[in-house]
């Protein structure tokens, strides 16, 4: 699939079949995400694949809008690793823009996925912490819900010349 092909058709998907992710697809993915842009090239970020049926189920528990990982066989938490941030803040775009790389190689690898945010709401977050053990450095960002797709969902067109200013508003 083309770059622009793939931007311009991922969508949310949350309906998966039953299907497993291979290791060697898995492993696209991570070095897709940490292929990212990241501020000063800190590349702060930390991935935590979650494959075990039991804690997939339990996310929901603590989000409220993750249900769909409930029919999943993957997700990914990205998470910022406050150690590793020279400049304040930007963890928060590094792995946002890791977290786009992860949705598009999964989408042009023929898979569907969801992103889950959960920072900055801090319920969320402290109850992902506590599930996953995460050290309180580490911060998760979101979860991404990956599976291969149940569901087809069309394109959807975006763009809106009105929101586009040109040199001032």
């Given at each position: 699939?083309?770059?622009?092909?793939?931007?311009?058709?991922?969508?949310?998907?949350?309906?998966?079949?039953?299907?497993?992710?291979?290791?060697?697809?898995?492993?696209?993915?991570?070095?897709?995400?940490?292929?990212?842009?990241?501020?000063?090239?800190?590349?702060?970020?930390?991935?935590?694949?979650?494959?075990?049926?039991?804690?997939?189920?339990?996310?929901?528990?603590?989000?409220?809008?993750?249900?769909?990982?409930?029919?999943?066989?993957?997700?990914?938490?990205?998470?910022?690793?406050?150690?590793?941030?020279?400049?304040?803040?930007?963890?928060?775009?590094?792995?946002?823009?890791?977290?786009?790389?992860?949705?598009?190689?999964?989408?042009?690898?023929?898979?569907?996925?969801?992103?889950?945010?959960?920072?900055?709401?801090?319920?969320?977050?402290s109850g992902i912490r506590k599930l996953l053990a995460l050290p309180e450095h580490?911060?998760?960002?979101?979860?991404?819900?990956?599976?291969?797709?149940?569901?087809?969902?069309?394109?959807?067109?975006?763009?809106?010349?009105?929101?586009?200013?040109?040199?001032?508003?």
């Amino acid at each position: 699939m083309e770059a622009i092909d793939a931007i311009l058709s991922r969508r949310s998907i949350r309906k998966y079949t039953a299907d497993q992710i291979p290791e060697n697809v898995l492993d696209v993915l991570l070095k897709a995400a940490m292929s990212a842009p990241s501020a000063s090239n800190e590349q702060p970020w930390h991935f935590v694949v979650i494959d075990k049926r039991s804690i997939l189920d339990d996310i929901p528990n603590i989000h409220p809008y993750s249900r769909m990982l409930m029919g999943a066989p993957l997700a990914i938490a990205v998470c910022g690793d406050l150690l590793l941030e020279k400049g304040s803040g930007y963890w928060i775009q590094d792995c946002s823009a890791a977290t786009e790389n992860l949705l598009l190689a999964a989408h042009a690898l023929g898979l569907g996925a969801v992103w889950l945010g959960v920072y900055p709401r801090e319920d969320r977050v402290s109850g992902i912490r506590k599930l996953l053990a995460l050290p309180e450095h580490i911060v998760p960002l979101c979860i991404v819900s990956i599976g291969y797709p149940a569901e087809i969902k069309p394109r959807s067109n975006r763009y809106d010349p009105e929101r586009v200013h040109r040199n001032k508003w």
